[in-house]
């Protein structure tokens, strides 16, 4: 594919190298020479200096013959102007990201067809939406939506008193609708087989039915829904988030420093309670019983607010606290500083707009543990080579799961005997190094 990604901040370096790393041809367009040096230091791309929503530039990058441009400057409006220039000039698909107040309400965190642009994501409104399903499970450290909000893929932390510890995996007796797709130890991934058995701090990737979750997290790590949940930073994160959650008739406290905004808050969200003050001040979270609450989630414009709010959370006793951070390469150090939960929008933003590279079959793509795993979502053509094949004669590749399989609408974990149809869409979990023979099943001509 032919792609131009204009803007080389965090967002669209990241996915410029993703793409040539996937040998696809990429031009990178900024205003900032230096922020194209640093991508050509990384990534065997064309590059243009200039301003991304200019025609004249455009033109200069052939967007007319682009199979996609992606528009992720850190100026909405500059995303705008050039996903719609593109899109006028003949570029056949285009991806805008927009971030401010004004497009929160519009985009929903991700929208279709909005002003004649393909696809608008939001990545605030999109992590807000990842932090509310984390408040609503039983524990988890993340929670992924996939094949259209059908099947649920759950992070959990095993503790000491976890049920499942020290024993294999196929005396578990996990509910039929979910199954362990991945486990995390000692940073590094690895599918399980039968035989491998859970040890205390270990990270489980749990796949199953949507709405069919709840007990599968409780027998790994006793958690329970947060029906209590406070909020540092009334932002555009902060106020969708709120409003999920108290919709979902959660108790939501939310403190916010900028008077104004607070004030605003309190007077459009009468179900939350708003305190203006510092997330930070230590007596003020006393004051507020934030050890109380079962969720603590730092979600202001500042990576040093969430994080230091977020420690400060921990030592007045919140069991649980998510945090925050603009730059993806911090989220270990978070973790390794005592932050549960560590979020980034613009990673979200980063993985919804690679969804739209791909092919046809692969719906989308979604990269786990810094690369380690990926969640394939496939759909079977009638030429696949596993249409028709039960499932435990398929000889699947070791270091991959076939976790879900949606036939005209309808989820199901597989089973030894399932089958899958052509038009099916398929769910697999699969390390890196064995992505290839996953696709081969597939018959892909591509990747």
């Given at each position: 594919?032919?792609?131009?990604?204009?803007?080389?901040?965090?967002?669209?370096?990241?996915?410029?190298?993703?793409?040539?790393?996937?040998?696809?041809?990429?031009?990178?367009?900024?205003?900032?020479a230096?922020?194209?040096?640093?991508v050509?230091?990384?990534?065997?791309?064309?590059?243009?200096?200039?301003?991304?929503?200019?025609?004249?530039?455009?033109?200069?990058?052939?967007?007319?013959?682009?199979?996609?441009?992606?528009?992720?400057?850190?100026?909405?409006?500059?995303?705008?102007?050039?996903?719609?220039?593109?899109?006028?000039?003949?570029?056949?698909?285009?991806?805008?990201?927009?971030?401010?107040?004004?497009?929160?309400?519009?985009?929903?965190?991700?929208?279709?067809?909005?002003?004649?642009?393909?696809?608008?994501?939001?990545?605030?409104?999109?992590?807000?939406?990842?932090?509310?399903?984390?408040?609503?499970?039983?524990?988890?450290?993340?929670?992924?939506s996939?094949?259209?909000?059908?099947?649920?893929?759950?992070?959990?932390?095993?503790?000491?008193?976890s049920?499942?510890?020290?024993?294999?995996?196929?005396?578990l007796?996990?509910?039929?609708?979910?199954?362990?797709?991945?486990?995390?130890?000692?940073?590094?991934?690895?599918?399980p087989?039968?035989?491998?058995?859970?040890?205390?701090?270990?990270?489980?990737?749990?796949?199953?039915?949507?709405?069919?979750?709840?007990?599968?997290?409780?027998?790994?790590?006793?958690?329970?829904?947060?029906?209590?949940?406070?909020?540092?930073?009334?932002?555009?994160?902060?106020?969708?988030?709120?409003?999920?959650?108290?919709?979902?008739?959660?108790?939501?406290?939310?403190?916010?420093?900028?008077?104004?905004?607070?004030?605003?808050?309190?007077?459009?969200?009468?179900?939350?309670?708003?305190?203006?003050?510092?997330?930070?001040?230590?007596?003020?979270?006393?004051?507020?019983?934030?050890?109380?609450?079962?969720l603590?989630?730092?979600?202001?414009?500042?990576?040093?607010?969430?994080?230091m709010?977020?420690?400060?959370a921990?030592?007045?006793?919140?069991?649980?606290?998510?945090?925050?951070?603009?730059?993806?390469?911090?989220?270990?150090?978070?973790?390794?500083?005592?932050?549960?939960?560590?979020?980034?929008?613009?990673q979200?933003?980063s993985?919804?707009?690679?969804?739209?590279?791909?092919?046809?079959?692969?719906?989308?793509?979604?990269?786990?543990?810094?690369g380690?795993?990926e969640?394939?979502?496939?759909?079977?053509?009638?030429?696949?080579?596993?249409?028709?094949?039960?499932?435990?004669?398929?000889?699947?590749?070791?270091?991959?799961?076939?976790?879900?399989?949606?036939?005209?609408?309808?989820?199901?974990?597989?089973?030894?005997?399932?089958?899958?149809?052509?038009?099916?869409?398929?769910?697999?979990?699969?390390?890196?190094?064995?992505?290839?023979?996953?696709?081969?099943?597939?018959?892909?001509?591509?990747?």
């Amino acid at each position: 594919m032919y792609v131009i990604v204009v803007g080389m901040g965090e967002v669209g370096r990241y996915v410029t190298q993703i793409l040539q790393s996937e040998q696809h041809d990429v031009v990178a367009i900024d205003n900032d020479a230096a922020a194209l040096a640093r991508v050509s230091e990384r990534a065997d791309v064309a590059t243009l200096q200039g301003y991304g929503a200019s025609l004249d530039v455009l033109h200069k990058a052939h967007a007319e013959r682009a199979d996609l441009v992606v528009a992720a400057t850190n100026i909405d409006e500059v995303n705008l102007l050039a996903a719609l220039a593109s899109k006028h000039i003949g570029a056949k698909r285009t991806v805008a990201r927009l971030q401010g107040n004004e497009y929160s309400r519009i985009s929903q965190g991700i929208q279709y067809g909005l002003l004649g642009i393909d696809v608008v994501v939001n990545p605030r409104v999109l992590v807000a939406q990842e932090i509310s399903q984390i408040a609503r499970s039983h524990g988890a450290l993340d929670v992924l939506s996939l094949a259209g909000n059908r099947i649920e893929l759950v992070k959990l932390e095993l503790g000491a008193n976890s049920k499942v510890l020290h024993k294999p995996l196929t005396n578990l007796h996990i509910p039929s609708g979910a199954l362990v797709a991945a486990v995390v130890r000692d940073r590094e991934l690895f599918v399980p087989g039968g035989a491998d058995v859970l040890l205390p701090g270990d990270w489980v990737y749990l796949i199953g039915r949507s709405g069919h979750m709840e007990a599968v997290e409780e027998q790994f790590c006793g958690g329970r829904e947060a029906s209590r949940v406070c909020i540092v930073g009334g932002g555009v994160v902060g106020e969708a988030l709120a409003s999920q959650l108290a919709a979902a008739d959660t108790e939501v406290l939310v403190i916010e420093k900028n008077l104004a905004v607070a004030e605003r808050l309190a007077a459009t969200h009468s179900q939350i309670t708003v305190v203006q003050g510092d997330g930070t001040n230590l007596t003020l979270l006393e004051e507020e019983q934030v050890g109380s609450f079962d969720l603590f989630c730092a979600v202001s414009h500042e990576d040093e607010v969430n994080l230091m709010s977020g420690l400060l959370a921990k030592r007045v006793g919140a069991p649980r606290t998510v945090s925050l951070v603009r730059r993806p390469d911090y989220m270990d150090i978070y973790r390794q500083l005592g932050i549960d939960i560590v979020l980034s929008p613009r990673q979200t933003a980063s993985d919804h707009i690679l969804r739209w590279v791909r092919q046809a079959e692969l719906k989308s793509l979604t990269v786990l543990e810094g690369g380690q795993g990926e969640v394939l979502e496939l759909e079977a053509t009638a030429s696949s080579r596993l249409i028709g094949t039960p499932i435990k004669r398929l000889n699947f590749p070791r270091g991959a799961i076939l976790g879900a399989i949606v036939n005209q609408g309808k989820a199901r974990i597989p089973r030894g005997d399932d089958v899958i149809a052509a038009g099916d869409t398929v769910v697999v979990l699969t390390t890196t190094s064995t992505r290839s023979q996953v696709e081969r099943l597939f018959r892909r001509r591509m990747l």
